[in-house]
């Protein structure tokens, strides 16, 4: 057998055992650890998903993850916000 055959059997008895939930948290977590390294997900990596999880896990799962991004960066904003502008106030009542 091929190193390439007893690669995709690995991979296919690692994935038969699992729910689809099970599945879908196993791609995200991956996608997050490889975010967290390097700051974005490589072609490389989406190409391995893709292949382990099937095109629409994968992508289903960059999409959810990407999504949490934007909603963890819109919830730190406010908070910078309210201390941009309780800075400018104290250095108004400085002024004054």
């Known amino acids: 057998m091929s190193v390439i055959g007893f ?9 038969e055992n699992k729910t689809p939930t099970e599945l879908c948290l196993e791609c995200e977590s991956i996608i997050e650890e490889e975010k967290k ?17 099937g095109n629409d896990r994968a992508n289903r799962a960059m999409w959810r993850q990407q999504k949490k991004t934007i909603e963890k960066e819109e919830a730190e904003e406010p908070n910078e916000l309210i201390k941009i502008l309780s800075d400018l106030i104290k250095d108004k009542k400085q002024e004054l």
């Open 7 to 15: 690669f995709k059997r690995s991979q296919e008895m690692i994935t």
């Open 37 to 53: 390294e390097y700051g974005r997900v490589s072609i490389m990596t989406m190409r391995m998903l893709r292949e382990k999880f």
